[in-house]
């Protein structure tokens, strides 16, 4: 089955330093993936599109100078939060579509937490 | 823009109980998705939905496409305590280009609870 791997699992970073989060696609290739941010018991809202080779795209409201995505191969989008503060503090999830097929799979997420 | 309305919101039962909840939506979706989200993990697919009435089980779990394309509903029967998760119903986000199959709007989610 398609297996996307999202690390580190958990992060505990200080205000204003940055954190870089990983997604990978173990056996298959990813043009696209997507990030998501999760709430304590509430929904996950899209966030970015990760595009290989190219800009990633944003949804309204969020700030692409803050939250840094690079894919820079077919099978790993990365994202970075920038100059971190204790409302980032938050699940962060992966996901991406293998090629023929039309259901998202997703990493195991990553809760990131700001002191 | 896109937006599932998932209800209900949270569901207490005993072991053994059936359970039902469902998604409704003001716009036409042609693909309805069935995630479950165990505490501090991603979702996981349950189940797929392609075609308008289309009625497709998996195991105890069964998930009907509603045939104006704009509901769909999940079922667990017998439910075990490890059924105790979050819920979501999800559908692909439309584009200028078509369907962005990647590229998901969920329902708020129903969070289950199972008591022994």
């Known amino acids: 089955g398609a297996v996307v791997s999202q690390h580190p699992s958990r992060v505990i970073c200080k205000s204003g330093t940055s954190v870089k989060i990983e997604c990978r696609s173990l056996d298959f290739q990813a043009t696209t993936m997507f990030w998501y941010r999760q709430f304590p018991k509430q929904s996950l809202m899209l966030m970015a599109t990760?595009?290989?080779?190219?800009?990633?795209?944003?949804e309204q409201g969020v700030e692409k100078d803050k939250f840094l995505i690079n894919h820079a191969s077919l099978t790993l989008s990365t994202l970075t939060v920038t100059s971190a503060h204790p409302e980032d503090s938050s699940f962060y999830i992966c996901?991406?579509?293998?090629?023929?097929?039309?259901?998202?799979?997703f990493g195991q997420g990553t809760r990131l937490t700001v002191v | 823009g896109q937006q599932l309305n998932q209800s209900p919101q949270s569901m207490f039962i005993q072991e053994g109980e059936d359970v039902s909840m469902n998604c409704t939506s003001s716009?036409?979706?042609?693909?309805w998705l069935w995630y479950k989200q165990d505490p501090g993990e991603g979702p996981v697919l349950l189940i797929a939905l392609y075609k308008a009435g289309e009625l497709t089980s998996n195991g105890r779990l069964t998930a009907q496409f509603g045939i104006t394309r704009k509901d769909s509903f999940l079922n667990i029967s017998a439910s075990i305590p490890s059924d105790v998760g979050i819920y979501f119903c999800a559908g692909p986000n439309f584009n200028a280009g078509g369907t962005s199959y990647g590229k998901l709007t969920f329902g708020q989610g129903t969070i289950l609870t199972v008591h022994p």
């Open positions: 716009s036409i979706f042609n693909t």
């Open positions: 990760s595009n290989e080779g190219s800009k990633a795209t944003y």
């Open positions: 996901s991406a579509v293998p090629r023929r097929l039309t259901e998202a799979f």
